[in-house]
């Protein structure tokens, strides 16, 4: 990104989390006849969903206790509404996402950085020009709010009727999935005309006209946590993905 912080105000690039303060980017791309279809059918497939339980069967015997693994590495940055935000580079590994909450743990390969270690959100990017980002947000405290005041509400449904009614949004429809064995469900977006922009206690999440973000929302035990994958250039998405998909396949709540 050209600079996309993230600290308090805001998730660095567009889906940035910031502390403080973010750039913005320039538009890029135009809405195509196909929009309004593919926005109804986001809007329609975001309304419904099922769930399911199972029982567990007691057992006897006691299974053995895994055999703990190293403790994970602390991130480095600064946290929520801390400006200017620090960047500092990660070495590879295994990282603790505290004092995020709900806390997980993820690893990463080399050439990430981190720009945002708060309670309410995080930020990795990759590179030295920041194109690609990695972040994560939940409003477990505080809520999720819009620019004009609107509370987003606190379930994974509330969070994607949002996404999917931002005018000039371009999504497909949520797909289910599993992310560290929670519950979830991804949509990949673009912002034609428009921004998301959600204050998140002393940081915000953020995503800029012409980038295109995945978006995944988890539950994880009622708390809604959502993860992004964000790119300025649309034409690097699927690079993105793959460079990201590693650790989103690594975490692991707490």
Request: net charge neutral; proline share 7%.
């Amino acid at each position: 990104m050209h600079r996309r912080s993230i600290a308090l105000v805001v998730l660095t690039a567009s889906a940035k989390l910031i502390a403080g303060c973010a750039t913005s980017g320039e538009p890029s791309g135009s809405a195509s006849a196909a929009t309004a279809s593919v926005v109804a059918e986001s809007a329609a497939s975001a309304a419904s969903f099922a769930t399911s339980s199972a029982t567990a069967t007691p057992v006897a015997t006691a299974s053995p206790s895994p055999t703990p693994g190293p403790s994970p590495k602390a991130l480095c940055s600064t946290g929520d509404g801390v400006f200017p935000p620090k960047t500092c580079a990660l070495a590879p590994g295994t990282y603790s996402a505290a004092p995020f909450a709900p806390v997980f743990r993820f690893t990463i390969g080399a050439g990430w950085s981190n720009t945002l270690a708060g309670m309410n959100g995080g930020n990795l990017v990759a590179g030295k020009d920041s194109q690609t980002q990695f972040s994560w947000a939940t409003g477990k405290a505080t809520g999720m709010v819009t620019q004009d005041g609107t509370d987003v509400g606190k379930t994974t449904d509330a969070f994607l009727r949002y996404v999917a009614a931002v005018p000039g949004i371009v999504a497909t429809p949520p797909t289910p999935l599993t992310i560290g064995g929670m519950p979830a469900r991804s949509v990949d977006v673009m912002l034609t005309t428009n921004e998301i922009f959600l204050m998140i206690g002393k940081s915000a999440m953020r995503f800029q006209t012409g980038e295109k973000v995945r978006l995944i929302v988890v539950d994880v035990s009622g708390t809604v946590v959502s993860l992004a994958i964000e790119v300025t250039n649309p034409k690097d998405f699927d690079a993105a993905v793959t460079l990201t998909q590693p650790i989103l396949d690594s975490i692991a709540w707490n």
